[in-house]
T-cell receptor, first 113, second 109 residues
Framework: DTAVSQTPKYLVTQMGNDKSIKCEQN?????MYWYKQDSKKFLKIMFS???????INETVPNRFSPKSPDKAHLNLHINSLELGDSAVYFC????????????FGPGTRLLVL | ELKVEQNPLFLSMQEGKNYTIYCNYS?????LYWYRQDPGKSLESLFV?????AVKQEGRLMASLDTKARLSTLHITAAVHDLSATYFC?????????FGKGTKLTVNP
């Protein structure tokens, strides 16, 4: 069983489109995260939710909106995609808060043309 | 501005040798993380260090935290090829996580 899963794995789309990436964890964790890794492999946290409540909200364009329908899911919706949004997006989860070990999903490779 | 600096950024070493990766950070924290990433793959959490003086070991890797020096180290003992990967450290606060740029380690036979 996959602990943290993301869909889709690859996403190729045109500038200006709106897209969503879904994340689900079956570990019973309370905290979930979205990270962005750019072409230079730099990692940056975007958002973190603890039990459906937003706890980390880094400076990202408001075109990015996370949604947590329940504590097992954290989806990322991106409006009006731009070339610079091309990156790998990782979802992760941890038991309770940032003090715990994080488990990462396989990543979603987004390419905006 | 919070900074997390890893060095070296690139490390090529021979099998059997020892080496240390350093992670310096600019703001006090009692929380430091190490991750491993293989090429084209996701991240794997290696260590979570939660207090000054914390030391954790897993196989040939040992991580330590000195909060007074604002320094964490990842020590590699008797390197083997399978350890080739990129290693990231990350500084953690209750509402913030900041990553270093990563150290790309290549272990040559």
């Amino acid at each position: 069983d996959t602990a943290v899963s993301q869909t889709p794995k690859y996403l190729v789309t045109q500038m200006g489109n709106d897209k969503s990436i879904k994340c689900e964890q079956n570990l019973g964790h309370d905290t979930m995260y979205w990270y962005k890794q750019d072409s230079k492999k730099f990692l940056k946290i975007m958002f973190s939710y603890n039990n459906k409540e937003l706890i980390i909200n880094e400076t990202v364009p408001n075109r990015f909106s996370p949604k947590s329908p329940d504590k097992a899911h954290l989806n990322l919706h991106i409006n009006s995609l731009e070339l610079g949004d091309s990156a790998v997006y990782f979802c992760a989860s941890s038991q309770a808060g940032t003090q715990e070990t994080q488990y990462f999903g396989p990543g979603t490779r987004l390419l905006v043309l | 501005e919070l900074k997390v600096e890893q060095n070296p950024l690139f490390l090529s070493m021979q099998e059997g040798k020892n080496y240390t990766i350093y992670c310096n950070y600019s703001t006090t924290s009692d929380r430091l993380y190490w991750y491993r990433q293989d090429p084209g793959k996701s991240l794997e959490s290696l260590f979570v260090l939660l207090s000054n003086g914390a030391v954790k070991q897993e196989g040939r890797l040992m991580a330590s935290l000195d909060t007074k020096a604002r320094l964490s180290t990842l020590h590699i003992t008797a390197a083997v090829h399978d350890l080739s990967a990129t290693y990231f450290c990350s500084w953690g606060g209750s509402e913030k996580l900041v990553f270093g740029k990563g150290t790309k380690l290549t272990v040559n036979p």
